[in-house]
């Protein structure tokens, strides 16, 4: 079935640096590639999102790259800020009526002031 | 705009009590996902239904069972409820499955389920 591998499990950085984070993804059908962003205690919540036809997007300091040859895709992190210390979920979805979301097992991101 | 709303927020139960999570979205989507929350294990899916009458098995179905009532609502069942099912459970929705309408899924407030 879909899987979806996300790495590292957790991540520190300085405040300033930037921060990536990796996924690989199994179902060559997958078209849709979004990453959340969730909060202790909070629901999690899209920051950004790329499908198949694209192979980069930014948005301010959030830019997310597709590599569909190799089944994977990053999320990077410019200039980060503590407001940035969260957990990040990246996830792969395929069309069809069978298109489940699937999600990596997470990214405890931490930025040391 | 309420979104995606799941009751109850926390819930114990004593093993073998049976129990449903109620989830309903007001945002007209037709997509519903039951996911459950373990530390180190991400969100894995229990259930899906792409549009009403319909469901299929996620990644950790055993032990659940779900009913999609109506587009609204989406509901998750314990039948016999296992220490193993203590977890966090969101709910989530989305617009139509599709090659264009592939779009953002909006997630309930979780529930934080302790079988003991």
């Known amino acids: 079935g879909e899987n979806v591998e996300q790495h590292p499990s957790t991540l520190s950085v300085q405040e300033g640096d930037s921060a990536v984070i990796k996924c690989t993804y199994s179902d060559s059908a997958s078209n849709y590639f979004p990453w959340y962003k969730q909060e202790l205690g909070k629901r999690p919540q899209l920051i950004i999102d790329?499908?198949?036809?694209?192979g980069e997007k930014k948005d301010q300091r959030i830019a997310v790259t597709l590599n569909k040859t190799a089944k994977h895709f990053s999320l990077h992190i410019t200039e980060t800020q503590p407001e940035d210390s969260a957990v990040y979920f990246c996830?792969?979805?395929?069309?069809?009526?069978?298109?489940?979301?699937?999600f990596g097992q997470g990214t405890t991101l931490q930025v040391k002031p | 705009n309420a979104g995606v709303t799941q009751t109850p927020k926390f819930q114990v139960l004593k093993t073998g009590q049976s129990m449903t999570l109620q989830c309903a979205q007001d945002?007209?989507?037709?997509?519903m996902y039951w996911y459950r929350q373990d530390p180190g294990m991400g969100l894995r899916l229990i259930y899906y239904?792409?549009?009403?009458?319909?469901?299929d098995k996620g990644e950790v179905p055993n032990g659940y069972n779900v009913s999609r009532l109506n587009k609204r609502e989406f509901s998750l069942r314990l039948e016999s409820a296992a220490p193993s099912q203590t977890s966090v459970y969101f709910c989530?929705?989305?617009?139509?499955?599709?090659?264009?309408?592939?779009?953002?899924?909006?997630f309930g407030q979780g529930t934080r389920l302790t079988v003991v």
């Open positions: 790329i499908r198949s036809n694209v």
């Open positions: 239904s792409a549009s009403e009458g319909t469901t």
């Open positions: 945002m007209n989507h037709n997509s």
């Open positions: 989530a929705s989305s617009p139509s499955v599709g090659v264009v309408m592939n779009t953002e899924a909006f």
């Open positions: 996830a792969a979805r395929s069309s069809g009526n069978t298109g489940k979301l699937i």
